[in-house]
């Protein structure tokens, strides 16, 4: 499945991950909590709209370069790991480095100026709050920079901003705010502090990796900062059409069914942001392991590096997906009553996230190959997802909305598994698969089942079975549905350090 560097490189960066994960996604559950109970759903939908357009905004400025600056890089050092003994290959990665963040900030300052002037006429009911004019280019600073940072295979920098910061800056912000008096504002300027904050760990990071005074220092002429955004165009439309069709869902539905409906849908996506970060666990340093396996030109490893990573997160995200979309109303609830109407579109959600994060990474290599096919599929995507959340959300509201953007998920995900097929040769789906899913059902089965029980309409209860049910799910699967291959590259990992690739 590759050297056994780039093994280690991947599952360092999964356990870094993870050691963030459960701090960020507790910062979640309590300002979800306080959001909900304090804030309420209309100020929650204003949020969740606020977000999408802020976060479509800094996507269009990024244009691309979370991917394409990884590919940058890896054509600058020929593929290698380790440039610094190289001292003009290090300067060329500093100027690289310096003219993506020079160019995409300059682009996310023109957006906020954009995202000022329209305020009015989206939100004429609430006044724009000054630190979102900042919003915007701290997103992209810290999507740049600590692209940059993983590049030379460093995580800890973003598990730091992403994890710790940016979540509990929100979290304190959003209660501290709305203690003293900002009821109607509190959200929206906690959600541009985090932002904020993010921008200012990652920063220090890019400080350690690179060096203020070399990256200072480096030389960038104005038509690197131009070659810097073409190169990055083709990946630059492709993101930023994920981007939208994972937030122009909630913005289409505020068009149909008020702020109050798009509050309930914003609650059951927060929730569904656990099992979403899976495949998030992966992508840090399964990005570079792949962009450089490209310019190396093994398809085969990256083939097989796909495989396995694609069914590990299939495997991770079943666990939380079957426990959640059973017990989607008591989850809900947890957030306040009014919310636990949303138990249908919760398990939409999850039926969406479970197909699109499982298949997510098979686009980064069709992005380093054959730009143009991911781009192609995004366009479909929006295209679809438009369509079926027009159609459903004025019949069925939120849950129409959800079910518009399964019907897009799904899409998506068998698009791209043929293309990847077609285009590389790379087969992702196979008997493997059949082991989680089996197990997944027979779990779910049990669940629904157990929600017979009288006992079960308690909370705590409630909230112990789930936790049950995830550690059942994977202890069995760790049993069961590992393949030899799985097996082999444990034992691998477990080898010193200094063992044999």
Known sequence: MGTLSDIRDIARGVLASLGGFGGRMLARLILMLIAGQLYGATALGLLGQVAALTEILAAIAVLGLKRSLLDQLSAVTGGRDHTDRDAETAAAVRGTVKAALAASLMLSALLSLVLGLIWPLLFPEQAMPPLLYLAVPGIVFADVAGTAIRFRRIIKWEVAARCVMEPWTFLIAAAVLYGAGFSETGLLTAYALSALAAAAGIAAGLARAY???????????????????????????????VMMFRRADILLLSLFAGHQATGVYYMAQQIVTVPHKVHQLFEPMAAPVLAKLHHQRKRAAIGAQLAGICRWVFTLQLALTVPFAVFGDTLLSLFGDHFSIGMTVLALLLAAELLDG??????TPL?????????????????VEFAAISLLAPLAGAAGAAAGFLIAMAGLA????????????IRIINGAFAVPAALAAAVGLALVASRQLPVLERGDVSGAVILLAIVLFLGLARLLALTPEDRHILRRLKAPASGRP
């Open 211 to 241: 060096g203020v005074r070399s990256l200072a220092a480096a030389r960038v002429r104005p038509a690197a900062l131009y070659n810097s955004l073409r190169k990055s165009l083709p990946v630059g439309i492709t993101d930023i059409g």
């Open 358 to 363: 499982s298949f997510a990474l098979t686009e």
């Open 367 to 383: 992005v380093f190959a054959r730009p143009g096919i991911p781009l192609r599929l995004v366009l479909l995507t929006l295209a």
């Open 414 to 425: 068998a698009c791209r598994l043929v293309m990847i097929r077609r285009c590389l040769n």
